[in-house]
């Protein structure tokens, strides 16, 4: 399967206009030629709906407040994203960000690739929704900041993260104080 966004008013109307005009032509009985046009209107419809999500004129940051964690999007207008942080998450049976809340926007606005994930430091409250997003989506590569010394290489949650990107084979960038970081 595959993820569509919703569709826009006009879509919508150019939708059913063409959907009226196909009921109305079996009047006439030409199913074949006008079933067939209808069919490839259709699957057209749902793909130029997804080419024509609209990308930033400016830089745009989208804050995601998920409680006691956050996550950050940005948008370049060249259609570059990164995703900073994840939020908490990643774990069965308590609230997922990557999941519930930055997976549907990125849907939603046709987003299906991430060039780069940042990750702040390595406490369930920054990857714990990266799990999700780094399953699901497209990455281009991840790049993590030092690891304080409280965080635990045996945390499940964080090998799980560290295992995701290995099978998927995400380039992992670990940088400390004073890196920068040029055309990831």
């Not at 999500?53 to 940051?61: E, Y």
């Not at 997976?103 to 990857?127: N, T």
């Not at 030092?146 to 670990?174: M, T, W």
Request: charged share 25%; aromatic share 16%.
């Amino acid at each position: 399967y595959f993820r569509v966004s919703s569709p826009g008013a006009l879509m919508i109307f150019v939708f059913y206009f063409f959907l009226v005009l196909f009921l109305w032509s079996f009047r006439k009985r030409k199913r074949n030629i006008l079933l067939v046009i209808f069919f490839i209107f259709s699957i057209n419809f749902f793909l130029w709906n997804e080419i024509a999500q609209k990308r930033p004129a400016v830089l745009r940051a989208t804050f995601f407040d998920a409680g006691d964690a956050d996550a950050t999007l940005l948008e370049f207008p060249d259609g570059a994203t990164i995703l900073i942080d994840g939020g908490k998450g990643g774990k069965m049976g308590t609230r997922d960000t990557g999941r519930d809340i930055v997976a549907p926007y990125l849907w939603q606005g046709g987003v299906r690739m991430i060039d780069c994930v940042i990750l702040s430091h390595p406490h369930e409250d920054q990857f714990g929704g990266l799990v999700y997003i780094l399953n699901d989506f497209n990455v281009g590569s991840v790049i993590a900041g030092a690891q304080p010394a409280d965080v635990s290489q045996r945390d499940p949650l964080y090998k799980k993260f560290k295992e995701i990107i290995h099978r998927k084979k995400i380039p992992y960038i670990k940088v400390k104080r004073g890196d920068i970081i040029k055309g990831f």
